[in-house]
């Protein structure tokens, strides 16, 4: 069994600002996005989606320390948020159809 201590010593206080930093500009470029408009409802929700998986991986692997454990859990985790990812998509569609004919 390797010692955890010995995996995280190389890591510095340094290395979770430049996280944290990331993840301040990812949500800054998203409140500049949403209150802007620069882009059709459809896109604006792509390029949002997108951000927000950036900065979730970014919360996940350093923050919640995922970056050092095992493979196996790293591939369960993962499997999951695709899993996750896929039914959202699957009930888009559902929304798009409200957007379209309404709630009645």
């Not at 600002?17 to 620069?38: C, I, P, S």
């Not at 409802?41 to 095992?70: D, G």
Request: glycine content about 4%; hydrophobic content about 60%; proline content about 2%.
């Amino acid at each position: 069994m390797h010692n955890m201590a010995a995996s995280h010593s190389d890591e510095g206080k340094g290395q979770y600002f430049w996280v944290w930093g990331a993840l301040l500009v990812l949500t800054a470029v998203e409140v500049v996005l949403a209150y802007e408009q620069v882009l059709t409802p459809l896109h604006m929700l792509e390029v949002l989606m997108v951000l927000s998986l950036v900065k979730a991986a970014l919360i996940i692997f350093y923050f919640m320390h995922l970056k050092y454990e095992v493979p196996l859990m790293q591939f369960l985790l993962m499997a999951s948020v695709a899993v996750c990812l896929c039914l959202m998509c699957i009930f888009f569609v559902d929304a798009d159809r409200i957007l379209r004919l309404g709630t009645r």
